[in-house]
């Protein structure tokens, strides 16, 4: 059984950080790329960042570019995301992503509120 279970977020002042992980179960993680998305009230989920199996490779929405860092430790089956300098606009519903193929899964989603 596939399980993707995130955890980390919360509400944090303007310029905060936040690290948010993503614990996956049930498949072959190393691989699999791993993205991390975004849903605010009222949008799209959007890709804010992504990284490949082995962990070379990683791309960036460019309204986090130099602020988020995405990373993975495939020993531990878990994919990061350390989120600095963080903005209002940040705040979302943020979703785990495993994707191979045409194989793709999802995580609950864990709660990023960025306020003063």
């Known amino acids: 059984q596939v399980q993707l279970v995130e955890s980390g977020g919360g509400l944090v002042q303007p310029g905060g950080s936040l690290r948010l992980s993503c614990a996956a179960s049930?498949?072959?993680?190393?691989?699999?790329?791993m993205s991390w998305y975004h849903q605010a009230p009222g949008k799209e989920r959007e890709l804010v960042a992504a990284i490949t199996g082995g962990g070379g490779s990683t791309n960036y929405a460019d309204s986090v570019k130099g602020r988020f860092t995405i990373s993975r430790d495939n020993a531990k089956n878990t994919v990061y995301l350390q989120m600095n300098s963080l903005k209002p606009e940040d705040t979302a519903v943020y979703y785990c992503n495993a994707h191979r193929f045409a194989l793709r899964y999802w995580g609950q989603g864990t709660q990023v509120t960025v306020s003063s």
């Open positions: 049930g498949f072959t993680f190393s691989m699999y790329a």
